[in-house]
Nanobody, 120 residues
């Protein structure tokens, strides 16, 4: 079994910062892409940022220049540093990871979600 456990969400004023963490544990051989998604009330889940095992990153246009994704491969952990937060960043943030449990089998896993609320 594989688990993704997120932490770091909370309430912050506009212009503030938060750092999200997501640690993967369990039967893990290796991890391919890791990423962060978010879902605001009444909206579809959307990709915020992704990072490959080699460190290549991509970001949603709405967060470019404000958010930074990084990972610690030795600890199977991915981070999301969020700066200059805006009220429209308010959402539940979900961690996602494409995990190999054996040499020929991989699948995506999701964390339970962590609430980020930005007040104006």
């Amino acid at each position: 079994q594989v688990q993704l456990v997120e932490s770091g969400g909370g309430l912050v004023q506009a212009g503030g910062s938060l750092r999200l963490s997501c640690a993967a544990s369990g039967s893990i051989l290796s991890i391919n892409t890791m990423g962060w998604y978010r879902q605001a009330p009444g909206k579809q889940r959307e990709l915020v940022a992704g990072i490959t095992s080699g460190g290549s990153t991509n970001y949603a246009d709405s967060v470019k220049g404000r958010f930074t994704i990084s990972r610690d491969n030795a600890k199977n952990t991915v981070f999301l540093q969020m700066n200059s937060l805006k009220p429209e960043d308010t959402a539940v943030y979900y961690c996602n990871a494409d995990i190999y449990s054996s040499p020929y089998y991989h699948r995506p896993y999701w964390g339970q979600g962590t609430q980020v609320t930005v007040s104006s």
